[in-house]
DNA sequence: GGACTGTATCAACACTGTGTCGAGAAGTTC
DNA sequence: GAACTTCTCGACACAGTGTTGATACAGTCC
């Protein structure tokens, strides 16, 4: 974040070539090295020297672009977050138009996209959060209330125009239904055991998604 | 686990108060010692010099018990999990006699139950899954087929006898309702935001299997 | 009661990884 | 060409892990 910052040579519009590489492109390097290194093994077994090495730097000239190798990951983790986000508009107006089930499918197919293509960030973010590290609870935990929110408030419209039946409050079956699809969604992208196929996951959230917000229980 | 199995001073029945502590004391110490650290912060806060001198012996001698920091954590995790998955014979029968919503609500109890007093504990699981560890995602992985394989045997026992409606596979629904549990729970008890209140975690998961099993879509 | 054996203990070491400091090179500006 | 900014890295200090080798102590066996 503030690392990222740092250093900002700004429009350096070199016409010949610099016998130096500039510093934007060292900061793209070692986050490119990064990106790659993440999908061959764990967070926890990719060193500072590493990511230096990668990027064709010393490991005291790392420091100079990333205060740390957290820093790194959460720059990349950020930007997949965004990317994976910013489809949220469109999926609200889809859910509006074109009913529920096509709603709920674009809206998960949409996220399921935007992460699958980099499952190694997808499980450093994960452990990040889980180690500690208030940025990446911070960021997950907007990202959640995020889907929360939008999850409640369609929750709520549905019951209030009678499509849905009344139950458990709406924020909470949100919370509930929103946590499934992260795990269910992450143990598949990682293959865990055990974990649905890549090409049911969506056909059996969807499914229990209508069941608890349409059906009624018993 | 064969870490804890290496000092076996077998029956060391010493009338006269020894000098030197027995081995069989130090193991449990260091167990307590970890125990009681882990919830207080996370493991990757915790050294081997704390276990070792929480236990009063210098980092060398840790070593003589365990073979890590790590071993130490699964040691407190299994026995965790052994005690949550003990009460399994009790809650199927239960199941049997009074019904699904008795039954499930007896089974989400039952574990929460076991969890709840050591959030630490979990924790510290997870992280240990999360981060690498074969042995951790191993004893994970075997719980959670446990569970998966009793709620498919039991879904696919009500849709024979024309209890449930037909509806996605029985274990691929089992996988998601079991993982949204793990994923619920985790959260309320460690406090993550957004997650349910420890009041209503129960409820709101129950309403979701009994909507999802004997629900119908749309 | 002395040699023998297994258990237990730890100082000292080797190693891996993190993060900092300070000296200086390379390019830019005036 | 002096001053300034950007960038680079060798050398250091530090924290943590895991190992080695010497040693102590407690119970035998004879």
Same mark, same amino acid.
């Given at each position: 974040?503030?690392?990222?910052?740092?250093?900002?040579?700004?429009?350096?519009?070199?016409?010949?070539?610099?016998?130096?590489?500039?510093?934007?492109?060292?900061?793209?390097?070692?986050?490119?090295?990064?990106?790659?290194?993440?999908?061959?093994?764990?967070?926890?077994?990719?060193?500072?020297?590493?990511?230096?090495?990668?990027?064709?730097?010393?490991?005291? #000239?790392?420091?100079?672009?990333?205060?740390?190798? $957290?820093?790194?990951? !959460?720059?990349?983790? &950020? *930007?997949?977050?965004? %990317? @994976?986000?910013?489809?949220?508009?469109?999926?609200?107006?889809?859910?509006?138009?074109?009913?529920?089930?096509?709603?709920?499918?674009?809206?998960?197919?949409?996220?399921?996209?935007?992460?699958?293509?980099?499952?190694?960030?997808?499980?450093?973010?994960?452990?990040?959060?889980?180690?500690?590290?208030?940025?990446?609870?911070?960021?997950? #935990?907007?990202?959640?209330?995020?889907?929360?929110? $939008?999850?409640?408030? !369609?929750?709520?419209? &549905? *019951?209030?125009?009678? %499509? @849905?039946?009344?139950?458990?409050?709406?924020?909470?079956?949100?919370?509930?239904?929103?946590?499934?699809?992260?795990?269910?969604?992450?143990?598949?992208?990682?293959?865990?055991?055990?974990?649905?196929?890549?090409?049911?996951?969506?056909?059996?959230?969807?499914?229990?998604?209508?069941?608890?917000?349409?059906?009624?229980?018993?």
């Amino acid at each position: 974040m503030e690392a990222a910052s740092k250093p900002r040579p700004g429009a350096n519009g070199r016409g010949r070539r610099a016998t130096r590489v500039s510093g934007d492109d060292r900061e793209r390097a070692i986050l490119e090295t990064a990106g790659r290194l993440l999908e061959e093994k764990p967070l926890s077994e990719i060193s500072v020297d590493d990511l230096a090495k990668g990027a064709g730097i010393s490991r005291p #000239t790392f420091y100079f672009y990333f205060p740390s190798k $957290d820093a790194v990951v !959460m720059t990349i983790v &950020e *930007r997949l977050v965004e %990317a @994976a986000t910013g489809s949220r508009d469109e999926v609200l107006a889809t859910l509006a138009e074109a009913g529920p089930r096509a709603g709920l499918e674009k809206a998960l197919e949409n996220l399921y996209a935007a992460f699958r293509s980099r499952p190694g960030v997808v499980r450093a973010g994960a452990d990040l959060r889980a180690t500690n590290h208030r940025e990446a609870q911070e960021l997950w #935990t907007q990202v959640m209330e995020g889907w929360v929110d $939008d999850v409640t408030a !369609m929750i709520e419209f &549905e *019951r209030d125009r009678g %499509a @849905a039946p009344a139950g458990q409050p709406a924020r909470e079956l949100a919370i509930a239904l929103v946590q499934m699809n992260e795990r269910v969604q992450y143990a598949t992208l990682l293959g865990e055991t055990p974990s649905l196929e890549g090409d049911r996951v969506l056909d059996v959230l969807i499914d229990v998604w209508l069941r608890a917000i349409y059906g009624s229980a018993e």
